[in-house]
């Protein structure tokens, strides 16, 4: 082969590696979500890079490229000479937490009750029914590991159309809500799907008064139940 074209080959070759790595430092990102809010790691476990590795059949090289990127959102944490662990909230984060959570969704209710199209308000019902039907089976535990309570409030966030909003409360916050649905669930399964239907009808009446002050008072509910497992 001539130089030229071997030097080709050779910057293709290292292109498709890096492709590679990123694939498996992306899937290794997924696989710790997922050991994370199925409640399979928790607040304080250690994150066996080794484990992990052999879990996906690759190197630890991608598995470090994933730690790093969970730990940029505070859902790991990085310790020298002692490895990554999984992040562990006190009192006082939950606190703040929720202060941001309740000041950014109730905004998101009001924009949602101003700017949600028919069809998606139709759909935040269907979807609240949605849930009222699995709750009703013997085997689902009423908004355990938050699936379902989580899905109506990304419905009311994708309908406040703010990216801002979306960025915090739907991306960037997303992962520590997954761990604390997953270790600590909530006991107010029926009472938050209620909470939901009020929210909704108001997001539906085009009430956004009524909406916003609605969604605060169902976040600080949430925030008062979580806070008594602490």
């Not at 001539?2 to 080959?9: G, S, V, W």
């Not at 890096?18 to 997922?34: F, K, N, T």
């Not at 009222?132 to 159309?161: C, N, T, V």
Request: some cysteine; aromatic content about 6%; charged content about 30%.
């Amino acid at each position: 082969m001539e130089p030229k074209l071997k030097k080709i080959a050779d910057n293709v070759q290292k292109i498709m590696e890096i492709d590679r790595q990123l694939l498996r430092s992306d899937q290794a990102v997924d696989l710790i979500r997922d050991l994370i809010s199925t409640g399979k790691l928790g607040p304080g476990d250690r994150v066996n890079e080794a484990d992990i590795a052999n879990m996906l059949g690759t190197s630890r090289g991608p598995v470090r490229e994933a730690i790093r990127k969970l730990a940029s959102t505070d859902l790991l944490v990085q310790e020298k000479n002692i490895g990554s662990k999984v992040f562990s909230p006190d009192k006082k984060f939950i606190c703040e937490l929720f202060d941001v959570r309740e000041a950014l969704e109730s905004l998101a209710a009001r924009l949602a009750a101003q700017l949600m199209s028919k069809q998606e308000k139709a759909h935040l019902i269907e979807a609240l029914d949605f849930h009222e039907g699995l709750m009703k089976k013997p085997d689902f535990s009423s908004y355990q590991h938050g699936g379902a309570d989580w899905d109506f409030h990304l419905l009311i966030l994708e309908g406040a159309r703010n990216q801002l909003v979306w960025r915090i409360c739907g991306t960037e916050l997303g992962d520590i809500f997954a761990l604390l649905r997953a270790q600590h669930g909530t006991s107010r399964g029926q009472q938050a799907l209620l909470e939901h239907r009020w929210i909704a009808a108001a997001v539906n009446n085009g009430n956004e008064d009524l909406a916003a002050a609605l969604m605060a008072q169902h976040i600080r509910a949430s925030r008062d139940n979580l806070l008594k497992k602490f």
